[in-house]
């Protein structure tokens, strides 16, 4: 088979980046390029399977970055400092083996999180892409404070009553932003890295002035935003997830094919045993922690209800190391599911579910969205407070929990919250048009697949 190119895609190995990154370099593979997937060993040694059942012309390549059992977030700046060292090392002997085989790369696609990726690539003469994994109004965010917006976000963000208007974008107060932004954030090094990944795309930009950034979104969805900084020149290639809940074309694609945690399938049969939208569906994400109090407070919400639930709880998914057992476990189990793991897509597009109550990761919203599910936004951290924000206010899909004056969210307030996701005809209707319109973008014909075809033929110089 002529695939017309060998293409490096190379992604952090977080689950949430994996996800999406790989089903991009499946779009790369339907369109007849050869796609090397390279992510670092403590994610590739747990898709034994994954890269088992590549199709052919997908390969998977791993890396050591000194933390090949995972790494805990009290590490997190060393282990970003020794993954740009080993890493850097390692995809240029990539790059130079490939080369010697007689496959050398084409062109590099990169995710967020690695901008030393880009970095590698211009030092080599390859030419490389920013894979965006958040949506459009987020890199926006960032390009305005590091281009002239910086001291007045830093200056405000202890005020309540303070909002900014950025171009192309909803009003926003301090709440609304990503708490990188501010001093006080304990993690803020990690604007470091945003503004890096801004400094390599203007810098692409020098020696080819065409070069995009493709970004996890679609054109119906943010229009505005996508437009807004020209000099970002931002691409619309989403929503990456598995083709058979888009277009179709590939029904056996129904996993992203990177499920990083132990699987279970025990919740299908309950699922498919309740009415059509009664289901609340209840997940946090992969790495973010719950306080013990968050957790109260979401299980009385949940049991005030009286709806039928399925709650993913993992190991460590409170901020007691011990194990966190939650006063009304027993109520629970009597109303709703707990369970482990699930497959988010397929939970999300079954025809039980009424709401998805989440912390609103950009991979759960734009699934959302995707598959016509309401959503209960309990933003904890990064890009999630603009994430709700969006979904609430713009998209109009969801609401977002409010905490008390001490920061604290309440029982009342969730059961509130997930009454009106679950009652709420407006935001029923309007989760119903963006599936619809997420779906016209991923078609054949349609603006993302389009995208990414144009993407190809620059690539392949047609």
Not at 108 to 117: A, G, M, Q, T
Not at 151 to 165: A, H, L, R, T, V
Not at 182 to 188: L, R, T, V
Not at 388 to 401: N, R, S, T, Y
């Amino acid at each position: 088979m002529d695939h017309g190119g060998h293409v490096l895609v190379v992604a952090f190995p977080g689950q949430g980046h994996i996800n999406p990154a790989l089903q991009f370099a499946k779009r790369l593979l339907g369109m007849g390029l050869k796609v090397t997937f390279v992510t670092a060993f403590s994610a590739l040694n747990r898709m034994t399977e994954t890269a088992a059942a590549a199709p052919p012309g997908l390969s998977f390549v791993g890396f050591s970055d000194g933390y090949d059992n995972g790494w805990k977030t009290s590490d997190t700046e060393h282990f970003m400092v020794e993954q740009k060292r080993r890493g850097s090392a390692a995809m240029e002997e990539l790059v130079a083996s490939a080369a010697a085989q007689g496959q050398p790369f084409v062109h590099v696609v990169y995710c967020i999180l690695l901008p030393w990726v880009g970095r590698v690539a211009q030092k080599l003469g390859l030419p490389a892409t920013f894979l965006w994994l958040q949506p459009a109004s987020l890199l926006d965010i960032y390009f305005y404070y590091f281009n002239g917006y910086g001291d007045e976000i830093m200056k405000n963000s202890d005020d309540p009553s303070w909002s900014i208007q950025l171009p192309g974008l909803p009003p926003l107060t301090a709440d609304d932003l990503p708490p990188f932004l501010f001093p006080s954030d304990p993690s803020n090094f990690a604007i470091a890295l945003f503004k890096e990944h801004i400094d390599v795309i203007t810098d692409s930009q020098q020696t080819n002035p065409n070069s995009k950034v493709l970004v996890n979104t679609f054109d119906e969805l943010e229009f505005d935003a996508l437009r807004s900084v020209k000099k970002l020149n931002m691409i619309a290639a989403g929503p990456l997830i598995p083709t058979a809940f888009l277009d179709g074309k590939d029904p056996s694609d129904t996993s992203f094919g990177c499920d990083l945690f132990q699987k279970t399938k025990d919740y299908t049969d309950w699922l498919n045993s309740k009415p059509t939208a009664s289901v609340i569906y209840v997940s946090f994400g992969s790495y973010l922690v719950l306080k013990d109090h968050e957790m109260e407070a979401i299980a009385r919400g949940l049991l005030e209800t009286r709806r039928p639930f399925l709650w993913v709880v993992r190991s460590g998914g409170t901020d007691d190391d011990q194990g966190y057992e939650l006063s009304c476990k027993a109520e629970l189990e009597e109303q709703g599911l707990v369970i482990p793991w699930c497959s988010q897509v397929e939970v999300l597009s079954n025809p039980s579910v009424g709401c998805f109550f989440t912390h609103c990761g950009w991979n759960s919203c734009i699934e959302s969205l995707a598959l016509g599910v309401p959503v209960v936004g309990f933003p904890l951290w990064t890009d999630q407070a603009t994430n709700a924000k969006l979904v609430q206010d713009v998209w109009k899909a969801g609401i977002k929990v409010r905490r008390n004056r001490e920061g604290m969210v309440e029982d009342g307030e969730v059961k509130r919250c997930l009454e009106m996701a679950m009652e709420g005809e407006e935001m029923r209707r309007n989760a119903r048009k963006w599936k619809d319109l997420a779906k016209e973008a991923a078609m054949e014909g349609g603006s993302s697949y389009l995208n990414i075809k144009n993407f190809v033929d620059e690539l392949r110089g047609i």
